[in-house]
């Protein structure tokens, strides 16, 4: 059972143009939202997270919006470079479980 | 630096033997989480420890597969009888849990170890 949708599944973005991925969760008890950068063979880095009591945060060009009645979220990232080409991955957490349930990852390529 | 390391990071190994992963959380984290991702896919959770406790196991973590975490500190992964099936990256990660429920819990994951069973 996917509990969290993500999509696309690639986006491809020109320079300092605006990449947006979505997410969509079920679980009502997740209160956790993070976003997970990952390079090519390389660990994922937690790059932002938003808890459901604000509906929105931001830090440097990076965004996440939250809808908690929609039960979506999604991350924007503004003036896209060609350094944030990599793997995206939003995640859901609930404290009762403390286990973090990912997406299947957005592939996002930026053309200079 | 002082991040979650992981060794080794990669290993390849004949079908059937015995692999174990260790695991150096970031110092005076108490949590310590495996997650194993394949090729395409997110991370997946298999099990994770509060100090040396295991706090939790899931369905995805076979007989074959045993985690310890025996002074609260470093941990490790063993996977018995590889099998091809078990290719995939494990990762490691760990947080500072310093109160109740919504008081913070950031994850941070290392690097990964690479698994070929071949």
């Not at chain 1, 060609?82 to 403390?98: I, K, R, V």
């Amino acid at each position: 059972q996917q509990q969290v949708k993500q999509s696309p599944q690639s986006l491809i973005v020109q320079k300092g143009g605006i990449s947006i991925i979505n997410c969509a969760y079920e679980n009502t008890a997740f209160d956790y939202f993070p976003w997970y950068q990952q390079f090519p063979g390389k660990g994922p880095a937690l790059l932002i997270a938003i808890r459901p009591d604000v509906s929105e945060k931001k830090e440097g060009r990076f965004t996440i919006s939250f809808n908690k009645s929609a039960k979506q979220f999604s991350l924007h990232i503004m003036d896209s470079q060609p350094g944030d080409s990599a793997t995206y991955f939003c995640a859901a957490l609930s404290y009762n479980t403390d286990k973090l349930i990912f997406g299947t990852g957005t592939r996002l390529q930026v053309f200079p | 630096d002082t991040g979650v390391s992981q060794d080794p990071r990669h290993k390849i190994t004949k079908r059937g033997q015995n692999v174990t992963f260790r695991c150096d959380p970031i110092s005076e984290h108490n949590r310590l989480y495996w997650y194993r991702q394949t090729l395409g896919q997110g991370p997946e959770f298999l099990t994770y420890f509060q100090n040396e406790a295991q706090l939790e196991k899931s369905r995805l973590l076979s007989d074959r597969f045993s985690a310890e975490r025996p002074k609260g500190s470093f941990s490790t992964l063993e996977i018995q009888r590889t099998e091809q099936g078990d290719s995939a990256m494990y990762l490691c990660a760990s947080s500072q849990i310093t109160g109740g429920p919504h008081s913070g819990n950031t994850i941070y994951f290392g690097e990964g170890s690479w698994l070929t069973v071949v």
